[in-house]
């Protein structure tokens, strides 16, 4: 509800900075994208490097937090 408030108060006052946010936003999404994935790839990495460096913990029965 604020966001929408907000939105109506800079279309208002400030209408071409709205517009201009409101065309921008799809194509910096679509630019973002290609990053997200790439750190969602990253973490992936991370997590099966973990895994495997805490693999031989686990089958001697160290704790899991």
């Given at each position: 509800?604020?966001?929408?408030l907000?939105?109506?108060?800079?279309l208002?006052?400030?209408?071409?900075?709205?517009l201009?946010?409101?065309?921008l936003y799809?194509?910096v999404?679509?630019?973002s994208?290609?990053?997200?994935?790439?750190?969602?790839?990253?973490?992936?990495v991370?997590?099966?490097?973990?895994?495997?460096?805490?693999?031989?913990a686990?089958?001697?029965?160290?704790?899991?937090?």
């Open positions: 509800m604020i966001a929408l907000l939105w109506l108060l800079l208002v006052f400030c209408w071409p900075l709205a201009l946010a409101l065309v799809p194509l999404w679509l630019l994208l290609p990053l997200r994935l790439i750190g969602l790839t990253v973490e992936g991370f997590a099966l490097l973990r895994a495997l460096i805490l693999l031989p686990r089958v001697l029965g160290g704790r899991v937090r």
